[in-house]
């Protein structure tokens, strides 16, 4: 486990190329070439130098003061759904109930600045999931996000959250009882180690992670050019069932959606049992 905490740590979530390398090689033949100078070191001397001298004891301990634990692909309670990833996570970090990341799960993503209507309807999919005994999962941020957790919270169901920084960093901090409440009922889920910060690029490579645990992605609310997008893009190449609510026309709130909905890559759906009935027919 030292060797997976060790590339888990220093190398940047969903990098190509190392994602295939432990895909064909496995961790340990990966770890040791690296620190032998078997890869190039020139271009992965930064690597190399900060692998060698990991201090794995000291970030098991990290991890462990934040009430966390680190869950390995030979966990028993790790979720298998993230395996069909072209470049899935070497291990993730999981604070609040790990039984639970292989329930029948609906990813609900959307817009930071929703409208009314856009706030009011992830809450009702969201509980409506939660009747059905599904788990419901998103990325912990304003807005849409927010709407999703709260509505399976309210329902007294699971949420799960996966967020782009270190599981003891609070971003954004507004959500900071927010966050307190999914790990009581629920989990928050990190591919980062603690005291990272949130980064753009990290936004895109978490939204992979939420598409991957989902059975299902429902947009809400989403702008024309929106990371909610990206997640749809990504639960499709999973081929798994993705889904749309329409708005009014003139709403820019909206247009991520009719987008998604006009180039048929998500599904058009009004109600839960619309939802419902789309994912069980496929």
Not at 115 to 123: D, E, I, N
Not at 137 to 144: F, Q
Not at 179 to 184: D, G, L, S
Not at 210 to 237: H, K, M, N, P, Y
Request: negative net charge; aromatic residues 6%; contains cysteine.
């Amino acid at each position: 486990m030292n060797k997976r905490l060790a590339l888990f740590a220093n190398i940047e979530p969903a990098a190509p190329f190392w994602a295939r390398e432990v895909a064909e090689k496995g961790v340990d033949v990966v770890f040791d070439r690296l620190i032998s100078g078997k890869y190039d070191t020139v271009k992965y001397g930064q690597l190399i130098t900060k692998v060698k001298d990991f201090d794995s004891a000291q970030a098991l301990n990290s991890i462990s003061e934040c009430s966390s634990v680190f869950l390995t692909p030979e966990d028993e309670n790790w979720p298998v759904r993230v395996n069909e990833l072209q470049s899935p996570p070497f291990a993730l970090i999981v604070k609040g109930d790990v039984s639970i990341l292989n329930n029948p799960s609906l990813a609900i993503v959307g817009t930071r600045n929703p409208t009314p209507y856009g706030v009011r309807l992830a809450g009702d999919f969201a509980a409506g999931f939660v009747d059905r005994e599904w788990d419901i999962i998103s990325g912990g941020a304003y807005g849409i996000d927010t709407a999703a957790h709260r509505g399976a919270l309210v329902a007294e169901g699971r949420t799960i959250a996966v967020i782009a920084s270190g599981i003891d960093v609070q971003y954004p901090a507004g959500n900071a009882r927010l966050f307190e409440e999914i790990c009581e009922h629920g989990a928050i889920i990190t591919e980062v180690m603690p005291g990272v910060v949130a980064m753009p690029h990290r936004f895109l490579t978490r939204n992979r992670l939420i598409a991957a645990l989902s059975l299902s992605t429902l947009v809400v609310e989403a702008a024309f050019r929106s990371g909610s997008l990206r997640t749809a893009r990504d639960a499709a190449e999973l081929m798994r069932p993705v889904m749309a609510i329409p708005g009014p026309i003139t709403s820019p709130s909206s247009e991520g959606c009719h987008r998604l909905i006009g180039e048929r890559a998500a599904e058009l759906v009004t109600s839960v049992a619309d939802a419902m009935e789309l994912i069980s027919a496929l």
